[in-house]
Structure formats: C-alpha cells, structure tokens
C-alpha cells in the first residue's frame, strides 16, 4: 500500500457544484496534514493545513478523520479558476517523512 | 514581494555534463529544500538543508549534490552521474521548525539533449 493515495481524477464538474476529494495514508502515526494546489506545469501552493477539528476557509473546507486515516478536501460552489491538480501532504515526524501524493486533477466546466 | 527565485526556467543537459540550478530567497526561511516532481509521482525530496553550512540528504539524493554557504542561497548541481535527470526542479523553503514546505520556487524543467 502507497504512504499516501490520491485518486488522480479528472474530476470535471460544472461551475457551482460541490465537489470533495479523499486522500488516504497509512502511517497512523501521521502528525500533520496539508492540501496543496497546483496549477498545470506551475509550482505547488500551500491551500490549506489539516487539523483534527476540520477547517474552513471560504469556499474551501478540509477535514481529517484519523479513525479511517483520510483527509478530504470539500470545495463549495466550484469556479473555473478552481481548476487545477489538489496534492495532499502527510507529515508523519521530519523532513525526510513528509510524503506528497499524486494529485487529484479538478477541471470545472462552465 | 517575498519570493524565492529558481533559474534557469529550462535547461537542456548534454551527456557527461554536471548542470547547476539556483535557488534563491528572500523570505528570511531558515529550511530550504529541493524537490524533483516526474509525471504520475508524487514530490520526493532530494536534499534539505536546516540552516548554513548544514544540509542532509533526501530519498533520492544519488546523482546530485547542494551547498548551503548563505541563508538565501541553496543551488543544486545534477551531476553526469544521476542517470535520468529529466524532471521538473523544485526549490522550496519553509521557517524552522516545519518540514513541510511553505513556499516553492516556480521551477526549472531539465531535460537531457
């Protein structure tokens, strides 16, 4: 099993739909969680940490459910400008245990 | 603005040729990393370095080599020995104390001529 999986997608969903990703991990020791969104042939952006009691930040809410060892990521009310390729980040404990996932592609279709 | 810089944008690579990325900060970070992103794969850290003078190898350090002689600067040279270079570069960096990336460079893309 991967450290860290993403269903690659696409994902094409019309403006102002709701659409959530999951990535799932497999160290239950993980301490710190992170999405990322990365637009084609550009560089990762830090969207958003992950915290035990989820969080919410405008359209976009994050949530992390230890139990199951997932995060998911709830975008609301989708824009074009959405569109983009998701990495989840899992720290399980230093820099050389910070693994990336593969990316979950959104395309938002108007 | 606050940034980091990395150059060249592209660079073509001949056989037997050692190549040299910069990266370059003005953020005030102490941790500075890079980065190497292939289609279908996750990041996966080369090298990482905490502050001056002091870095340690990543997951896929073979083949490459940094330095870290000033705060702002942690430029990586891809050597004739890592056998397939071509792959997007990314230099990132991040204050002590966190090993997740805050902030990544816009990236140099390799490739072997």
């Known amino acids: 099993r991967k450290e860290v999986e993403q269903d690659p997608g696409p994902f094409n969903v019309p403006e102002g739909a709701t659409v959530a990703f999951n990535c799932t991990y497999s160290?239950?020791?993980?301490?710190?969680f992170f999405w990322y969104r990365q637009d084609c042939r550009k560089e990762p952006k830090l969207l958003m940490s992950?915290?035990?009691s989820g969080n919410e930040d405008g359209r976009f809410t994050a949530q992390l459910n230890r139990a199951s060892q997932y995060i998911s990521l709830l975008i609301r009310d989708s824009k074009l400008s959405d569109s983009a390729t998701y990495l989840c980040?899992?720290?399980?404990?230093?820099?050389?245990?910070?693994?990336f996932g593969t990316g979950t592609k959104l395309q938002v279709i108007p | 603005d606050g940034g980091i810089t990395q150059s060249p944008k592209y660079l073509f690579r001949k056989e037997g040729q050692n190549v040299t990325l910069s990266c370059e900060q003005n953020?005030?970070?102490?941790?500075m990393y890079w980065y190497r992103q292939d289609p279908g794969q996750g990041l996966r850290l080369i090298y990482y370095?905490?502050?001056?003078?002091?870095?340690q190898k990543g997951d896929i350090a073979e083949g490459y080599s940094v330095s870290r002689e000033k705060k702002e600067s942690f430029p990586l040279t891809v050597t004739s020995a890592q056998k397939n270079p071509t792959a997007f570069y990314l230099c990132?960096?991040?204050?002590?104390?966190?090993?997740?990336?805050?902030?990544f460079g816009d990236g140099t893309r390799l490739s072997i001529l």
């Open positions: 992950v915290y035990s």
């Open positions: 990132a960096s991040s204050m002590l104390g966190g090993a997740v990336p805050q902030h």
């Open positions: 370095s905490q502050i001056v003078n002091d870095f």
């Open positions: 980040v899992v720290d399980s404990g230093g820099y050389q245990k910070v693994t």
């Open positions: 953020l005030n970070h102490d941790a």
């Open positions: 160290n239950s020791a993980s301490q710190s």
